[in-house]
């Protein structure tokens, strides 16, 4: 049996979550959704329940979606589901998990790795992060978690955008960009999103493109030529992307400084502690001193690493090595041969809490061949 794909739903309070929630289980997509809700979450569902199973916590919902609220363990809630799955007792195409404004995703999207059951009946999709316009930069500043939801996202959605002018919601899309240049961002308002952006985003797929948002610091690239990747194999490789490490006032990713005095209004800097940064280089890696660094730096920094992607060139290897992870676990996998018409390269995305970026390109130059 296939695996079962997982989509965690993830924003802080009042972000909307919800009314996104209800708009995909309202939609006519013809898809069959568990829903596994998270037992402080702001507001429920539970206007739309026809019966509920107190034993086992299972809510059958009037679109014919079932709910699961938690209230002991993420684990056994997903085998407790798979199992009846199964038995034919439920039936549901995919689960959505909807987490409480105040939750970090990271030890979520760690569930589908470290468990051999739910890693075996489960697929995690991807994790998508609401942030509300009106209230995101205060948050951002004051609420580590905030930053966190923004830097474990595969895609981001701005919502109640309505309620700021056209600046603001600029000056927040640039900011995001700077913490996680690999989640494209869309603007939401009352749940209005489009299905394709919430499922089959294989954001967590080791073997896919690696996703950087083409407009990442694309107001201070001034026509350096970064070369262009090819990748046949997917529709959609965006190959743009530029180092973000932004220290209070300046942008030094070319050399270019704003100072107070005369920075853009709209893009104040904001020195937030979960930052990115792209490494690229048309050298290939040498796989043993590339082990060897990777592991020392999960080792030491993996509690602060919150998603790490990249497309990787390895001297002796005529494929793509593609690796990505989540904290201290990384996974890698064997992706397209390179064509002979292509020049290759590698191109990494780091995302974290205050990294240290220098040491770790540093680090990656010395393990080019």
């Known amino acids: 049996m296939s695996q079962i794909p997982v989509t965690i739903l993830t924003g802080f309070l009042g972000s909307g979550k919800t009314t996104l929630l209800k708009r995909i289980l309202g939609d006519a997509h013809g898809m069959k959704i568990a829903v596994i809700e998270n037992e402080f979450g702001e507001e429920n569902i539970d206007n739309d329940i026809l019966v509920q199973d107190e034993g086992e916590q299972i809510v059958q919902m009037s679109n014919g979606c079932i709910c699961c609220t938690i ?7 997903l085998n407790d589901l798979a199992e009846r799955r199964r038995a034919k007792a439920i039936h549901f195409d995919r689960v959505v998990i909807e987490t409480t404004g105040l939750a970090n995703p990271g030890p979520v999207a760690q569930t589908f790795f470290m468990d051999d059951k739910v890693a075996e009946q489960y697929l995690l999709d991807a994790v998508i992060t609401l942030v509300d316009a009106k209230h995101a930069n205060q948050q951002l500043d004051t609420q580590e978690v905030v930053q966190r939801q923004v830097g474990f996202a595969d895609r981001l959605f701005i919502t109640k955008s309505d309620l700021v002018d056209a600046p603001a919601v600029d000056a927040l899309r640039h900011r995001l960009l700077r913490m996680n240049p690999r989640a494209p961002i869309a603007t939401v308002n009352f749940g209005e999103a489009d299905i394709k952006q919430i499922f089959d985003i294989r954001g967590f797929n080791l073997n896919d493109k690696l996703e950087i948002d083409p407009d990442f610091l694309k107001e201070d690239d001034h026509g350096h030529d970064h070369g262009h990747d090819h990748d046949h194999d997917h529709a959609h490789d965006h190959d743009h992307g530029h180092e973000g490490d932004d220290h209070a006032h300046c942008d030094h990713d ?15 800097h904001h020195d937030d502690a979960i930052k990115s940064f792209v490494f690229r280089s048309d050298r290939a890696f040498d796989p043993r001193k590339l082990e060897d660094f990777l592991g020392g730096v999960l080792q030491i920094y993996g509690e602060s690493l919150l998603r790490y992607k990249g497309v990787l060139w390895m001297k002796g290897v005529d494929r793509r090595v593609v690796f990505q992870g ?18 290759k390269n590698t191109k990494m995305v780091f995302i974290g ?17």
Request: aromatic share 2%; net charge negative.
């Open 71 to 77: 209230r002991g363990d993420l684990v056994n809630a």
């Open 254 to 268: 070319h050399g270019k400084c704003e100072h107070e005095g005369h920075a853009h209004h709209h893009h104040a």
């Open 326 to 343: 989540v904290h201290q676990m990384m996974g890698t996998d064997l992706s397209t041969r390179w064509l002979p018409s292509e020049k």
């Open 353 to 369: 809490i205050d990294l240290p970026q220098d040491l770790i390109t540093d680090g990656l130059e010395r393990c080019l061949a």
